[in-house]
């Protein structure tokens, strides 16, 4: 017997589609909807679930502090390391190997491979860049839609503090980490989540580096455009994106 998510989001109510539990779900619905009243339908869906995953984990988290405070109060401690334990699980990341304010590597010093690999940035410079580039901006685009905090217009400041890279990421593979808690004022993490994941479940060869990005006012457009494209060739080698053209 089919079932009201294999029937199509035409069939589904709003109330249904908000009982739906599950981002893959809604992401397939997503890309399999065509009618512009149906993808926003969705789209609001999904806006609405990643938000009560983030109000849930936010209140399961205060519950956690409060109940460490709680043991740490009785057992005469402070209130300091309950915090710092209810931080921890934000911050599983590895730890990076430069200490800030480090000065990339000069042309006369061994940068490390991902360092060498951005600052190589191949020119763009092909007679159809320009609708290959907006193709691809446009792909990037959809595909991060209902994530909140994510507004891609370009390939440089629409990428600086390491949300959309963990949007796109995320879209895919929706399993490997929580959307919902990463934090804007953490660009490094965020870089490295996303590099990190898509290296570990797509394949993707690290050609960013975290470090590099944040000191950048803004990420060079070239270096993320190469990315980006290195991150759809690995998807589509999966199986996971579908096309007859790669940008």
Known sequence: MESKTDAGPASMTSEELAAVEDEEVLNKMLDKATDFEERRVIRAALRDLL?????????????????????????????????????ASMNQLPP????????????????????????????????????????????????TEPYEGV?????????????????LVHRFFPDAFEYSI???????ENFQLAFNTAERLAGCPPLLDADDLVRMNE?????????????YRCLVEKGLVKTKKRP
Not at 67 to 87: E, F
Request: with cysteine; glycine share 8%.
């Open 51 to 87: 938000k009560k995953k983030r109000d849930k984990r936010e209140q399961d988290r205060g519950s956690r502090q409060q109940d460490l405070r709680q043991q740490g109060l009785s057992k005469g401690g402070t209130t300091g390391g309950a915090v710092s334990i209810g931080r």
């Open 96 to 143: 990076t190997n430069k200490p800030p304010g480090q000065p990339s590597a000069s042309a006369g010093s061994k940068a490390s491979p991902a360092v060498a690999s951005a600052q190589k940035c191949p020119p763009a410079v092909a007679p159809n860049l320009k609708n290959v580039k907006q193709m691809l901006l446009d792909w990037c685009r959809a595909k």
């Open 151 to 167: 507004d891609i217009h370009n390939f440089s400041s629409s990428w600086k503090d390491g949300i959309a890279f963990c949007a």
């Open 219 to 231: 990420p060079d457009w070239k270096c993320v455009y190469t990315y980006i494209q290195e991150f």
């Open 182 to 188: 990463l934090n804007p004022n953490k660009p490094r």
